[in-house]
């Protein structure tokens, strides 16, 4: 079946550092990938999707590129803030299909 | 915009006990899911929904059942409680439009079993 696998488990950085959060997964087909940002006592929100190779996703300074060759869609930000501490998954969502498929999620932890 | 609302926010059970959680949203989506959040593991699916008496189990379904009352609810039930569960319950919506639909999210029920 799909699957996903983020790397880290818990990133800690300084404000102004730059973040890279890993994200391969495994799918049959061709799937839509997906970053969710959830920040405490919240539900997980949207951040971005990309659907085809090489689209590059991207919302409030974090971006990540669709690597079909790799199948992997790193999750980047040049500049961290207090604020962006939180938790973040990558997840994937095959055609035909309403189902999403987590990782195991990533906790993000910024200091000022 | 909508809102997804789950009740109740925290819910402690007794060993073996049944347990109900509810979700309502007003987005007027066809598709309903109920995730369990571990930490460390993510999110897991244990039953979706994409209309009215309509019921497709996850990974997760084992000890779990779901009844989708109405277009806009939809419940889970805990059938055995397990000693020492914690975990998060997550209720979601989105459109029937395939892999490219945003999935949105409530705020969760915290179970906590002792």
């Known amino acids: 079946g799909d699957s996903v696998t983020q790397t880290e488990g818990q990133v800690a950085l300084s404000e102004e550092d730059f973040l890279t959060i890993h994200c391969n997964y495994s799918a049959s087909g061709y799937p839509t990938l997906f970053w969710y940002v959830q920040y405490p006592g919240e539900g997980p929100q949207l951040l971005f999707r990309?659907?085809?190779?090489?689209e590059k996703g991207s919302s409030r300074g974090f971006e990540a590129t669709y690597d079909k060759g790799t199948t992997s869609f790193h999750l980047r930000k040049a500049s961290v803030q207090e604020s962006d501490s939180a938790v973040y998954y990558c997840?994937?969502?095959?055609?035909?299909?309403?189902?999403?498929?987590f990782g195991q999620g990533t906790v993000l932890s910024v200091i000022p | 915009g909508g809102i997804i609302t789950q009740t109740p926010k925290f819910l402690i059970g007794q060993e073996g006990q049944k347990l109900t959680l509810k979700c309502q949203q007003n987005?007027?989506?066809?598709?309903m899911y109920w995730y369990r959040q571990d930490s460390g593991k993510g999110l897991r699916l244990i039953y979706y929904s994409i209309t009215e008496n309509d019921l497709q189990k996850g990974d997760l379904s084992e000890g779990y059942d779901a009844s989708r009352e109405k277009k806009s609810s939809f419940s889970l039930t805990v059938t055995s409680a397990q000693k020492n569960e914690m975990a998060v319950f997550l209720c979601a919506s989105s459109l029937t439009g395939g892999a490219y639909t945003e999935v949105f999210f409530g705020k969760g029920t915290r179970l906590t079993v002792v």
């Open positions: 990309a659907s085809r190779d090489k």
């Open positions: 987005f007027n989506h066809d598709t």
């Open positions: 997840a994937l969502s095959e055609w035909g299909n309403n189902k999403l498929t």
